[in-house]
């Protein structure tokens, strides 16, 4: 199973919304509602923010939003903070499988 | 408190077998799967497999086959992951995380091994 397709880096100021893109195929992002967002800091535990396409777990901020179009799903920071800076990962379920990575800075 | 605590740092010889625990605690240990995930130095995360800790039931990612294997304790509420011949590409982190329906909602702090001569 080949790893999602996510952008290495995404940047943007703070107050700003960054939007970060997970593109996989029919047979894991594209089937059901199975994709979910990890935030991982460098020597932590990853963190669940965004579980099946859109939902978020309480105590994530509403700031985090999860969409998705066909095989493409979709991560949004809203009024980025600093403590937003971390990497980024999608995970489709059915195919059991991650995305590269994207890393996120606030400039 | 529900969490998953893992084992310390582990530094082995290439060929060695190692074996590396996640505890949980805090929730019914037979009611999720438990997950492990490897972030190899520079990598992404990559799922490994993972095991039914009712039933011991385990199912593997392709390029882990045959070089890992997952067990429990249900006695101790513990889940292992053994290599049994490291080589030194097996260095990395190795994370354990809780099943919860189709995403995994809770994980371990991580468990770096160290595979050198």
């Known amino acids: 199973q080949s790893a999602l397709t996510q952008p290495a880096s995404v940047s943007g100021s703070p107050g700003q919304s960054i939007t970060i893109s997970c593109t996989g195929a029919?047979?894991?992002?594209?089937?059901?509602?199975?994709v979910s967002w990890y935030q991982h800091h460098p020597g932590k535990a990853p963190k669940l923010i965004i579980y099946?396409?859109?939902r978020r777990p309480s105590g994530i901020s509403d700031r985090f939003s999860g969409s998705k179009s066909g095989s493409t799903a979709s991560l949004t920071i809203s009024g980025l903070q600093t403590e937003d800076e971390s990497t980024y990962y999608c995970c489709s379920y059915a195919g059991r499988v991650f995305g590269r990575g994207t890393m996120v800075t606030v400039l | 408190q529900v969490q998953l605590v893992q084992s310390g740092s582990e530094v082995a010889k290439p060929g060695a077998l190692v074996k590396i625990s996640c505890k949980t605690s805090g929730y019914n240990f037979i009611n999720h799967y438990i997950n492990w995930v490897r972030q190899a130095p520079g990598q992404g995360l990559e799922w490994m497999g993972w095991?039914?800790?009712?039933?011991?039931?385990?199912k593997y990612a392709q390029p882990f086959q045959g070089s890992i294997t997952l067990t429990r304790d249900t006695s101790t509420t513990t889940v292992y992951l053994e290599f049994s011949n490291l080589r030194t590409d097996d260095s990395a982190v190795y994370y354990c995380?809780?099943?919860?329906?189709?995403?995994?909602?809770?994980w371990g702090q991580g468990t770096l091994i160290t595979v050198s001569s």
């Open positions: 029919s047979s894991d992002v594209g089937k059901y509602n199975f």
């Open positions: 095991i039914s800790p009712d039933g011991g039931g385990t």
């Open positions: 099946e396409d859109t």
């Open positions: 995380a809780r099943e919860k329906g189709f995403y995994y909602d809770l």
